[in-house]
């Protein structure tokens, strides 16, 4: 039995997420388990270094998978893309140690928000950006992030209900670039909540639009409460970018 | 009546290429009469540069149409971009001389045909590459382009059938491209018979997969016979570029 980790491409567009739900078989975990268990002969399962929600992408997840085959890596990677559908690609591919497990090991993780602000966005890029009409102000938006780094309470900004869990992570870095037009936020931090680079792209953006003071940043962190922050930016303009271990 | 100029961008892979066929409006030409026609409140013809095949992209084809309506440039843009599909976009307008048209008074156009040499195209440009398995030669093609540089007699890298009209045509230059493992063939020319981009890239391909040698141009353009040049590559990779006048 050997252990493999694997950096995937998805557009996540038409998929319920990455998680298996049942029988549904409409999620990017099914579709690798299907194709997994198919060409190991018996059930394999995969585990991601979390979960994607429905309509998300990725452009370097990281998942890994136990299994016992007599083929190469590279026989392993064909065999995948071949099989899986086109939205869906095995970017690279490595046999680990035993241990290795792509959502325990993980150290931190890159998320893209894009949004494109243009009076109609890039056909070619509609489904990977959120579209907006009017430009927000970039420096505000920077300036906005700075409140934001470090290690926080970020309950105020995910949609974690009740939980006795901790909801305190650390963001390490928010990059916010425009070029022509397409503003991309790019986040790296340890952890993420439930919608939680959804919420924080939504509060930045308000906060660029003026339609709310950076000050809001701190009412968020010391009340938690989630009607404070700003809107969950649709799906379509996230994208796991990279994992690091 | 005004005339408009109309710069436009589609990915082409649901419609069954610009021109409109009878009752079906599974068309680019076909969505902007109607929606233009809605706009004037009268029936509105728009004339492209040329037409686009089924499932072939454009990034900057060209238009023409001629309506009276009381609003600005930027409204008839904002119009268009509001009732036209996601995946259609009008990216200019201005106004010009009554005697403006898009395809008699174009003086050359650029189309590019990009072809993805990976494993696995990139899930996030699949509808707008071709896909192969083996990196060709982009060298042997660059020698095999020069053959094809200039004016001449381009049938039998067409699907022309028989016909009395001039299969001459010009082409200015082809510059080919490769990057991080994608493939782009940029051809410029003063006009294209029906399928010469695909089929000139077909030929290109097949020559740096040393398929066939560089001296097969010269029998082509001698025999004028279609079944001596490549394949005809499909649709997704193509896309017109732009439409100078």
Avoid at 44 to 51: D, L
Avoid at 171 to 180: L, M, P, Q, V
Avoid at 205 to 225: N, V, W
Wanted: include cysteine; aromatic fraction near 8%.
């Amino acid at each position: 039995m050997k252990n493999y980790k694997i950096v995937i491409q998805y557009e996540g567009t038409r998929y319920n997420g990455w998680q298996r739900q049942g029988n549904t078989s409409n999620t990017i975990q099914g579709k690798f388990e299907d194709v997994l268990s198919k060409m190991a002969g018996k059930t394999v399962e995969i585990n991601a270094s979390g979960r994607t929600d429905a309509g998300v992408h990725a452009r370097g997840q990281v998942a890994n998978f136990k299994c016992a085959v007599d083929m190469t890596e590279d026989e392993i990677a064909e065999y995948l893309n071949h099989y899986l559908p086109k939205d869906i690609a095995v970017i690279s591919i490595e046999e680990m140690p035993e241990r290795f497990h792509a959502r325990l090991n993980a150290k931190s993780k890159t998320y893209e928000y894009v949004i494109c602000a243009k009076q109609k966005s890039d056909v070619f890029n509609r489904r990977t950006q959120y579209n907006i009409d009017e430009m927000p102000d970039i420096e505000l938006m920077k300036e906005a992030t700075k409140l934001l780094i470090g290690k926080h309470d970020f309950k105020g900004f995910s949609s974690v209900g009740r939980t006795k869990k901790s909801t305190v992570r650390t963001i390490n870095s928010i990059d916010i670039e425009e070029k022509a037009g397409v503003i991309t936020i790019r986040i790296n931090g340890n952890g993420f909540l439930y919608n939680m680079v959804r919420i924080i792209s939504g509060t930045l953006l308000e906060i660029g639009l003026r339609k709310r003071e950076i000050s809001c940043i701190e009412h968020i962190f010391e009340s938690r409460d989630r009607t404070l922050a700003g809107d969950t930016l649709p799906a379509e303009g996230l994208a796991l970018i990279e994992v690091l271990y």
